[in-house]
């Protein structure tokens, strides 16, 4: 009987990370900082996912099938950081919705599923669950009954503690992250700091509405000659004002302090502003400068921080 190449199995072996956002979100910022709202803090989420891979890497066998990174939003509207992380290499965004109390619904669910699939095809030998709910419980064991380990990290508590005994209980082996690990991708997010009430988005846009405008007339023996100024930084305002209606204030309170944009979020700023003006931005540098400008004047507005200048 042939024995089997246990190299060659241990080279197959693959694992995932599966990730309670709104557990490892609270429960860094009550022990780091002793928030208790997600507002109160922000978090460089793309630095933390690395660490974590890393992380696990140095504790699996096997190679990373992908990170699962199951959050919540209203409507399942992605927020900012949900969309720059959906970028990001091997990492799998999952959203719940997030009702009018700031509760998660269906996070759990999908956790449960996936765990479940992952194991009941075979696609992995080990998974990391980061989660406190007692309600993945079952789960584990249907993970386990396919022959799948389940490794459970919990966030260090500030005292007793935050996972379910149960689940703690039936996982393969526990382990702690500790508040130092967490303590360099949390802190507390700025207080905003009030200046003369601006005016309203009525006001402000009374009358006014973004019309597509013809691309600048090259005449002959002239160079070419790029958008004006003040057209652009009124598409920046309209864009910045849709996005407050339609994705929400929360959504656009994370882009704050600023002025710096994420790439992604800068890029659809770019293209929601060409399909206002209807031609392209991309050949004058300065006029993105002057999109940014509009854009930042018009969210400062809202939230009562005078008006900025981006970062050209």
């Known amino acids: 009987m042939a024995i089997p190449d246990l190299a060659v199995h241990s080279m197959a072996a693959k694992y995932a990370v599966l990730v ?9 910022g009550e022990v780091l ?7 109160e803090y922000r978090v460089a989420a793309d ?47 999952r959203l719940g919705n997030l009702n009018a109390r700031g509760q998660q619904k269906g996070v759990d669910a999908q956790i449960r599923s996936d765990l479940e699939a992952l194991a009941r095809h075979h696609a992995v030998s080990d998974t990391v669950l980061i989660a406190g709910d007692e309600d993945m419980v079952p789960a584990v064991e249907a993970a386990q009954a396919y022959g799948v380990r389940v490794h459970l990290w919990g966030v260090e508590p500030p005292f007793g503690t935050n996972q379910a005994e149960r689940l703690v209980w039936e996982s393969d082996t ?3 992250i500790t ?11 700025p207080i905003p700091v009030a200046v003369t009430p601006p005016p309203s988005p009525a006001q402000v846009f009374a009358g006014r509405t973004a019309k597509p405008a013809a691309p600048p007339q090259k005449q002959a023996g002239q160079p070419k000659l790029g958008p004006s100024r003040p057209r652009v930084e009124e598409v920046g305002e309209h864009v910045a004002q849709k996005w407050i209606l339609t994705r929400g204030r929360d959504n656009i309170r994370d882009l704050l302090p600023g002025p710096l944009l994420p790439t992604v979020i800068d890029t659809e700023l770019l293209i929601e502003a060409e399909k206002e003006l209807g ?6 540098p300065e006029a993105r400068v002057w999109l940014r400008d509009g854009f930042w004047a018009r969210v400062y507005r809202e939230f009562d921080l005078g008006v900025g200048i981006s970062s050209k």
Request: proline fraction near 5%; charged fraction near 30%.
């Open 20 to 28: 309670d956002v709104g557990y490892l979100y609270a429960a860094a």
């Open 33 to 39: 900082l002793g928030a208790k709202e997600r507002k």
């Open 47 to 93: 630095e933390l996912i690395q660490s974590l891979q890393k992380h696990a890497m140095e504790r699996l066998p096997g190679e990373l099938l992908r990170v699962y990174w199951y959050d919540a939003a209203r409507d399942r509207v992605p927020t900012v950081d949900q969309r720059v992380i959906a970028q990001l290499p091997w990492v799998k965004v």
């Open 174 to 176: 526990v382990e702690i």
């Open 179 to 189: 508040a130092d690990f967490l303590r360099a991708f949390f802190t507390r997010a």
């Open 279 to 284: 031609h392209s931005l991309r050949p004058y």
